[in-house]
């Protein structure tokens, strides 16, 4: 056989290996399930590859979730979560159950890993009040004092209060 023939079937073969190690998963085990949302942990098809935590609710997808669970605010009728890929911003979302509609607060603050967690969780992430626009979360770590942000969705920002 001619040997650039060979060679661009192997070139063809370990390129369709990359895109289907990349572009499928093996799995998408539903690690947590309720009326609200699912989230599913994809297993890549890879050996050594990394897996990918999607959260999924009315019908859209957050792929790179960083934070714990999801906290519900029902003043707004929207679930809040982070999403981080390595090497970039995190992604603070308020997404509408409702509309379908989501705010995306981008922050350099490595910032809601624990969301979801029972306040009385020693590592934890949640509100501790809605005023308008505005909500206050609390981010709780052992015996670190607890960091309050103050959360405005109408101005899309997040910063550290005292």
């Not at 792929?63 to 809040?80: D, M």
Request: charged share 25%; glycine share 6%; proline share 4%.
């Amino acid at each position: 056989m001619n040997r650039n023939f060979l060679n661009t079937i192997v070139s063809v073969f370990a390129a369709a290996l990359c895109c289907v190690g990349c572009a499928s998963s093996r799995g998408a085990n539903i690690v947590f399930k309720d009326d609200r949302v699912v989230i599913r942990e994809k297993t890549p098809s890879l050996p050594h590859g990394t897996g990918d935590m999607v959260l999924e609710a009315r019908g859209r997808s957050f792929k790179n979730l960083y934070s714990n669970r999801y906290i519900w605010i029902p003043e707004w009728g929207s679930i809040l979560f982070v999403t981080h890929r390595e090497g970039a911003v995190y992604k603070l979302h308020v997404f509408a159950l409702e509309t379908k509609h989501d705010i995306t607060i981008q922050t350099n603050i490595p910032f809601g890993s624990d969301m979801g967690r029972a306040k009385t969780d020693k590592l934890t992430c949640f509100i501790e009040k809605v005023d308008g626009d505005i909500a206050v979360l609390v981010e709780r770590s052992y015996k670190s004092p607890d960091i309050r942000y103050e959360l405005n969705r109408a101005k899309k920002s997040l910063r550290p209060i005292r």
